[in-house]
């Protein structure tokens, strides 16, 4: 039986008091936003909105389905099973570290051959020449986890993930329903590994080169689930934005291959339209940032390509502290107030 997450005994939605969330791409390091999520939940976080791309697209979507199927726990068991199926797809890639080369350079794989040898192909031929079908390798994975049933679902959270209009270069949207496998594909879609996502005859790459993740959309005003399956107008705007980083905002030394130069550059872009949508945040929103700075800083880009389930694990527990260290948000407070007793706020081990 599918259980709502507002009939959830001790927690429940009350719209305008939850956070609307905003969840950065970063590939493997979306396990960092994994963390900090299950540990807000875990303390009674509330939720209106979510807003994603990439990774967090993909965190957005198990987390909506969990609430609306077992409330926070079910949240919490859902993101889980997103990254154990995906350490389970990366354990038969080539693209690892063999062991002796992990014992040489930890999570880093841009010294193995296999690295080398993408790289060198990547800068020869385009995804398109080499790709021509467009297969992409968590299609099957993505289709065996969404439920649109649950998305559209009158108690889901609203759920926004956005994606890059090749020609135009804006962001475009999708909502609860609208959102399939192919709009999640088209949001992390990486131009320079796979070939564009075509969705009803438009071109589509990654959402974070228009907004990682856009802002906008979640200070529009927040929709109850009964208005929107109604047609209704947005009415409530958001009291707190929580914005989950999966990307450093700065990165030491200067890059040297052209992929790190590449992924360098993706990086200050992205934090460049981040950060203007930040300075013009209205006053009477509350707004909390979760960097991922300490834990991510050293890291190579290959490290996002990194699906092991030891790798996932490391940045899943730096998620937790860094939600732990940040303190609580407003929208877990206002929780404690909806329940009998305040929820056990102590760290316990994933």
């Excluded at 008091?17 to 960092?32: C, R, T």
């Excluded at 075509?198 to 529009?220: C, F, V």
């Excluded at 990086?267 to 979760?290: G, K, R």
């Excluded at 390509?305 to 996932?312: I, K, R, T």
């Amino acid at each position: 039986m599918t259980k709502s997450c507002a009939t959830q005994p001790g927690w429940g939605r009350d719209p305008g008091w939850g956070a609307a969330l905003a969840l950065q791409g970063g590939g493997a390091h979306g396990a960092f936003t994994w963390g900090v999520l299950d540990r807000l939940l875990e303390v009674g976080l509330q939720i209106d909105a979510i807003c994603g791309v990439s990774s967090g697209a993909l965190i957005g979507v198990m987390l909506v389905q969990g609430l609306v199927r077992d409330g926070p726990d079910g949240a919490r068991a859902a993101m889980r099973e997103l990254w154990h199926r995906f350490a389970q797809a990366h354990a038969m890639s080539p693209l690892q570290n063999a062991p002796f080369e992990r014992w040489l350079w930890s999570w880093d794989m841009s010294n193995s051959l296999m690295w080398r040898g993408l790289e060198a192909t990547m800068r020869l031929f385009s995804p398109a020449q080499l790709n021509p079908f467009g297969h992409h390798p968590l299609r099957a994975l993505i289709a065996d986890l969404i439920e649109p049933e649950l998305l559209a679902d009158p108690a889901a959270p609203r759920l926004i993930v956005s994606a890059t209009d090749v020609e135009t270069g804006e962001a475009v949207l999708f909502e609860n329903a609208a959102i399939t496998v192919d709009v999640l594909l088209a949001s992390s879609c990486l131009p320079f590994v796979f070939p564009a996502v075509e969705i009803d005859g438009r071109a589509y790459w990654d959402g974070g080169y228009s907004g990682n993740p856009p802002l906008k959309p979640l200070l529009t005003g927040l929709m109850t689930g009964e208005a929107r399956s109604a047609g209704g107008i947005s009415r409530a705007a958001p009291r707190e934005l929580l914005l989950v980083r999966a990307q450093p905002a700065r990165h030491p030394g200067v890059p040297r291959t052209p992929l790190e130069i590449t992924n360098r550059l993706n990086e200050i872009a992205c934090h460049n339209v981040l950060a203007a949508e930040l300075a013009a945040l209205p006053e009477d929103v509350a707004l909390t940032t979760y960097d991922a700075d300490e834990a991510l800083l050293d890291l190579p880009i290959s490290s996002k390509f990194n699906g092991e389930s030891a790798f996932l694990s490391l940045l899943f527990n730096a998620g937790r502290a860094a939600a732990a260290a940040q303190g609580l948000p407003r929208s877990v407070t206002a929780g404690w107030r909806m329940s009998a007793t305040p929820p056990d706020i102590e760290v316990t081990a994933p």
